[in-house]
C-alpha cells in the first residue's frame, strides 16, 4: 500500500509531467484558459495514458522484447496511442459534443502529447509491474489534471491584470509556471518525510 502510494504522489507532485518534466506543454498553454475546457482535457488525458500504458506494456514484454525489436517501441507506441486518440474523439463526438466542441482542435493533439508517450516509455525505463505502470501513468493523468487546473486560475488572474504589453499572453503564463514548478520541487521532500523513502 505504502509503495502504491509513493508511485502515485510522486508521479503527481514530484515527477510531474508538466510542471517538472515540461512535457505536454502545447495542451497546457492551450487548452488552460478556461477551467471546463482544462478539466475535460485532463480526464481525456488520463483516460488515454492508463490505457495507452495497459495496451502498451503487455506489447513491449509479450512482443517487442522476445522478438528483440525494442527499436520500435517509440513507433509502436506512438501508432497505439493515435488508436486510442480516435477512439476517445469518436466517443466524446457521440456522447458529449458539447465538450468535443470546447476542446476543438487540442483533442487530436493528444496523439502528439509527449506526456503521454512519455508515461508509457518512463514506465518501461524505470521497470515497473504492469499494475505500478497503470498507478504511474494514473497519477501522471492526475498531475496534469492539477497543472491545468492551477493554471486555469492563475490565467484567468492574469488576464484581468494589467501587465506590461511585452509580458501579455504567454509570456506571462510561462513566468508563472517557472515560479510554479521551483514550488513543486518542494514536494519530494514531502514524499520523503511522509514515507521515509
Known sequence: MQEMMIIILSAILVNNFVLVKFLGICPFLGVSKKL???????????????????????????????????????????????ALVQLVEISLKKYVPSLHQSLGVYLPLITTNCAV???TILNIDEKYTFF??????????????????????????????????????????????SIVSLSFMGFSGVIDGLFGH
Open 117 to 119: 508517450l512519455g508515461v
Open 36 to 82: 471546463d475546457s482544462a478539466v475535460g482535457m485532463s480526464l481525456a488525458v488520463i483516460f488515454v495514458m492508463v490505457l495507452a500504458t495497459a495496451v502498451t506494456y503487455p506489447i513491449q514484454m509479450g512482443l517487442l522484447v522476445p522478438l528483440q525489436i525494442g527499436y520500435l517501441q517509440t513507433i509502436v507506441f506512438i501508432l497505439v496511442i493515435a
Open 132 to 177: 505500478q505502470s497503470l498507478l504511474n501513468s494514473f497519477g501522471a493523468g492526475v498531475g496534469f489534471l492539477l497543472a491545468m487546473v492551477l493554471f486555469s486560475g492563475i490565467r484567468q488572474r492574469i488576464e484581468n491584470n494589467d501587465f506590461p504589453a511585452a509580458f501579455k499572453g504567454i509570456p506571462a503564463v510561462l513566468i508563472a509556471a
